[in-house]
């Protein structure tokens, strides 16, 4: 009897263990599947946010997430065109994608701040930490139906022309890409803003349909080969463009549902990699601006370089466009002028 009551008892534990070692292997199985996520980029598939930036991104969070997450990059906009890429990531077409705000116009008002002229933007590095310390302290830079993941920004940018731009009076009555706060930047100087999408200038200016592009940093002149396509560069001497004639930021962001699906662990791993990665995506940026205007010389485009007096020039006259801007944004309620106010003192800050 006693022998009997021993088997059955040894039976019921081996049974239990069986239960256990098996609900542990499930749970493990679960914590340890990978997550595959998709990421739309309208860049060209051999331009170095593809083949450099990204990637880069992509290796950190493999290894902070121990291989749990897999991303996959579809290139060029063969899954999202550059203008589509935001709507399309809200519409779960892809769990990942990037974007200039200005592609957007109206959408994300806030963001124009880091375009305005006048701001101290001396490079792409210093312009992704002005513009990430920015984000972190004002809840206006928030995507409202995304998660924003990091950003990255171009530094100042120059003037790429078919005809030569040595004066003001020279960009009159141009017709120039220019999209978000540079269109508005042109029609002050007296120039016509032609819009679209960044692939779409090539062929713009290769056609004649536009004279110039006041919207791009060097990097566009290697990237999108634009160099071939522009006969001259109106440039400060000893920069990559005019330090504040305008800078261009981007953000790097997740459909919300995708982001709040992922393991606590995971987002903070995302958390953890972006802050880190914002220095490192601009120190990339950076240092391909003096590769586009490498590829310029050799393309045989003409470089017209200003003096700080001649570029103050075309700066000058743009000033005023902060201020009225803060004063647009008051009277859409959103906080304009504490926005500015915190972007210039960071680039303030900065300087020193």
């Known amino acids: 009897m006693k ?29 340890a599947k990978t997550i595959k996520l998709s990421f739309s980029s309208f860049f060209p598939a051999n331009h ?86 920015a984000v972190k302290k004002t809840k206006e830079l928030q995507l409202p139906d995304t998660h924003l993941l990091f950003i ?4 100042p940018g120059a003037i790429y022309s078919k005809k030569p731009v040595r004066t003001l009076k020279d960009l009159k009555g141009m017709q120039v890409y220019a ?14 803003p032609v819009g679209g999408g960044r692939g779409e200038v090539y062929i713009m200016l290769q056609k004649g349909t536009i004279d110039g592009d006041i919207s ?11 160099a071939e396509v522009i006969d001259y560069i109106t440039l ?3 920069q990559h463009g005019v330090p504040g004639f305008y800078n261009k930021s981007m953000f790097f962001f997740m459909n919300l549902d995708t982001w709040n ?5 995971i987002q903070k791993a995302f958390n953890e990699v972006n802050d880190k990665y914002v220095g490192e995506a601009g120190r990339i940026w950076a240092s391909h601006q003096q590769e586009g205007l490498d590829f310029a010389k050799k393309c045989g485009v003409e470089f017209i370089e200003l003096t700080p007096k001649q570029a103050e020039e075309f700066v000058a006259p743009l000033l005023f466009m902060a201020d009225e801007w803060a004063e647009k944004m008051e009277s859409k309620g959103i906080a304009g002028k504490r926005i500015l106010a915190t972007v210039r003192a960071i680039c303030d800050k900065h300087k020193k």
């Open 3 to 31: 022998k009997r009551n021993y088997i059955k008892l040894f039976s019921s534990i081996c049974l239990g263990m069986s239960f256990f070692v098996m609900f542990f292997l499930t749970s493990t199985n679960l914590m």
């Open 48 to 133: 170095y946010v593809n083949t450099e930036e990204i990637p880069g991104w992509i290796k950190a969070l493999e290894a902070a997430t121990n291989g749990r997450v897999e991303i996959t990059v579809y290139a060029g906009g063969t899954m999202l065109t550059g203008p589509q890429t935001y709507d399309g990531v809200v519409n779960g077409v892809a769990d990942i994608g990037v974007m200039p705000p200005g592609w957007a116009p109206g959408r994300f008002s806030a963001w124009e701040v880091f375009d305005l002229p006048g701001l101290y933007i001396p490079d792409a590095k210093t312009a992704a930490l002005i513009t990430w310390e």
């Open 152 to 155: 990255h920004s171009t530094g």
């Open 179 to 192: 999209t978000s706060v540079t269109a508005d930047v042109a029609k002050v100087l007296g120039a016509s």
């Open 216 to 226: 791009g940093p060097p990097e566009v002149l290697l990237g999108y080969k634009e």
């Open 236 to 238: 400060q001497a000893g």
């Open 261 to 265: 699906s992922l393991p606590p662990d």
